[in-house]
């Protein structure tokens, strides 16, 4: 009589080009599997190595089991910074892996691979004087080793830093450079009314044309927004 036996794991791959495969990972059934930097997740990366990756970034649970005895697991996100990525698609919410899906843990992070194993066992009658046993020998499992936690890195005290290159894709983060800037000159020009009006004027104007431009949704040349604000603010 056979049976068969299932098992969910993560396969971490390289994320140099030769697509290594670095460490075998396994899921629990039982309880839910979190991913991240954090020394208590299930599956604790090297914050040091992977900066990008949130303390606790996603959460990999079980699902009810199917009739025939499959395992079930769905990913969630959890709030990361840099976002999770399943088949290179942006994960929002919660979704239920397939066997062969990629996992990526923001823009060039740790990237794993979801596999499903079905194997069959071998089950024999009992002999009332001995018992025979087959077992299928195990291959050794590699696991990351646990980063040390006696010192904090620079990145965990400013999470901001975390996000590299990311940074030029946040919406206001432009018009917020922008703002901090004019409001120290106009500070400077404390005193001198004509530079601060003229300012002033610019600001609010370059502020309308920007209010304007998301609305249109349409992309304009450079010149024309700063020529459009610099006409507004002399008028």
Known sequence: MTGQVYSGFL????????????????????????IGRDP???IS?????????????????????????????????????????VNGEYLQGCQELQSGDR?????????????CEVTTS???PSIPSHTIAIEKPLKPISKIPKPQTDYVTFTQLFPILSTG????????????????LFVVSM???VGQPVVFNLLLAAYLAGLAYYFVYQLCGKPKPWWVLLGSTLSTSLI
């Open 11 to 34: 396969r971490q791959l390289s994320t140099s080009d030769n697509k290594e495969i670095l460490a075998v990972l396994p899921l629990s059934e039982l309880e839910d599997n979190v």
């Open 40 to 42: 208590n997740c299930k």
């Open 45 to 85: 990366l090297d914050p040091y190595r992977y900066v990008s990756v949130s303390r606790r970034h996603a959460v990999i649970s079980p699902l009810t089991p199917l009739k025939n005895g499959c395992p079930r697991w769905e990913i969630c996100d959890l709030d990361s910074v840099n976002g999770t990525y």
């Open 103 to 115: 996992i990526e843990l923001g823009h060039d992070g740790p990237k794993f691979i979801f596999e």
């Open 122 to 124: 071998l089950d024999l």
């Open 165 to 180: 290159r990311d940074l030029n894709q946040k919406a206001f983060l432009a018009p917020g450079i922008v703002t901090v």
């Open 187 to 189: 500070f400077a020009a």
